[in-house]
């Protein structure tokens, strides 16, 4: 019999912002699985041989594994979209194969790849779908509709009454994952919901998901074949075996550091010292504050005032201090207000992003900075340099830690040359 327990981590954690999920603000619930077996029929060997497993509440655990070693089976066991073929499941106590499935589904909110969404409604409609089978009235559903929508980023009145086929990949994405918190669900499972969007919009996704859990504190269970976003995005990591064996069950600190065994340190990859790097967030490094200004503002004023405080270059902010664009002073001058900007090319992340995302923004936008928003919100700039001294402080000191010669010294980030802790502006 394969069973975990998660122990709390005892000392090796290094995890600023990991762990200790389950305080007075957690609204999620435990998920237990007991002795669980899975035989499809026709099977030779279970897909879910003997799983035993305690999911705390309030945490966000990543199932990770090869592929067929049985993920999707178990996670859609605690759903009863796939019926155990024995064994209990109980979450919040209750044992769910006493619960009516269609109400249980209610109850969970679920994720897939690519969001899922009904082709033929609209956003607000396919956000909608379980509250109104739930008999919420209308009002209730559309406020809770636009709510949900600015969450995960996208502003209600362009997109509410959109179409999937309106919508890019990772907006998809993001209504998918509106609609799976639409009914304010204790529980959430996610199926690879990241799997289908480009690394960018991956970056941005995950963000959104520590920043909207680390609010609601709920239970997330999140399939995924990528070690990366499993370290980055979970509370705890469960690898398993072919059959769902359980491989090992414990944070990503743990993991990285202390795999349990040969077929984990595979699993996590060679450079498992080099990818505890994913586990410093933005958070921790130095923020910058540079000069703001807001879309409309009169230009004449904002270059007096920002050339009085010795700075050439300006970020402009929207009336709901979002980043819209880094500018020269001498590019704005050609306006008389300050106009708007399609954020999209600005190399932005959220406060919990990893030092690695960052610097991916970096490199890719070829800026010595990077814009930190909170929830959307303007929170700083990270530059290239604040990143390098965290990073040098905190390789040197896993480096002491572990005694060993695989610290990294600038050779994973890769090392742009301008490092001038300012923010190109748009030439
Ligand atoms: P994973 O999500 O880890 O890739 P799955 O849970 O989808 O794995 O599959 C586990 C095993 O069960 C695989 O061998 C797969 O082929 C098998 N399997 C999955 N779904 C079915 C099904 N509906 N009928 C028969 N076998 C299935
Ligand atoms: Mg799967």
Redesign the pocket.
């Known amino acids: 019999m394969t069973s975990s327990t998660p122990e709390s981590s005892s000392g090796s954690s290094s995890g600023s912002t990991q762990g200790s999920a389950a305080d007075s603000t957690t609204t999620g619930v435990d998920i237990v699985l007991e002795n669980i077996v899975k035989k499809?029929?026709?099977?030779k060997s279970p897909?879910v041989t003997d799983l035993s497993l305690t999911i705390p509440a309030g945490e966000m655990v990543m199932f990770v594994?090869p592929?067929?070693?049985?993920?999707?089976?178990?996670l859609k066991m605690i759903n009863r979209l796939i019926e155990p073929t024995s064994g209990t499941i109980t979450i919040g106590g209750k044992d769910i194969t006493r619960s009516n499935p269609t109400e249980l589904r209610r109850q969970i909110g679920y994720v897939i790849q690519g969001g899922g969404l009904l082709p033929h409604m609209t956003v607000k409609q396919n956000i909608g779908i379980v509250p109104g089978l739930l008999g919420w009235d209308k009002k209730k559903i559309a406020a809770r509709t636009d709510e949900l929508l600015d969450l995960v980023g996208l502003d209600p009145d362009v997109y509410r009454d959109r179409y999937p086929r309106e919508l890019s990949g990772g907006q998809q994405q993001r209504v998918g994952v509106a609609r799976g918190l639409a009914a304010d669900p204790p529980v959430i499972l996610m199926d690879e919901p990241f799997g289908a969007v480009d690394p960018i919009t991956r970056t941005r996704l995950q963000d959104e998901l520590m920043s909207i859990q680390s609010e609601l504190r709920k239970t997330i269970v999140i399939?995924t074949h990528d070690i990366d976003e499993a370290v980055k995005l979970g509370d705890r990591i469960l690898v398993?075996d072919v059959g769902a064996e359980i491989a090992q069950y414990d944070t990503p600190d743990a993991i990285l550091s202390a795999p349990a065994n040969d077929y984990v340190a595979d699993f996590v990859g060679a450079g498992s010292k080099l990818k505890q790097l994913t586990l410093l967030r933005v958070d921790d490094a130095e923020l910058e504050q540079p000069e703001t200004c807001h879309v409309g503002d009169d230009v004449a004023e904002v270059i007096a005032r920002v050339s009085a405080a010795g700075k050439d270059s300006v970020l402009i902010l929207d009336a709901r201090e979002r980043p819209r664009e880094f500018l020269w002073l001498r590019t704005l001058r050609k306006w008389s207000k300050v106009p708007d900007f399609d954020p999209e090319n600005s190399p932005i992340v959220d406060h919990r992003a990893t030092l690695n995302d960052a610097m991916d923004q970096m490199l890719e936008s070829s800026h010595a900075a990077v814009i930190v928003t909170n929830r959307g919100r303007f929170t700083g700039l990270v530059t290239f340099d604040a990143v390098t001294e965290l990073l040098r402080s905190s390789t040197q000191a896993a480096h002491e830690a572990a005694g060993s010669s695989a610290a990294a010294d600038g050779t994973v980030i890769g090392t742009p040359t301008a490092s001038t802790g300012e923010v190109t502006g748009d030439e």
């Open positions: 499809y029929p026709g099977q897909a594994g592929s067929g070693c049985g993920k999707t089976t178990s399939v398993l």
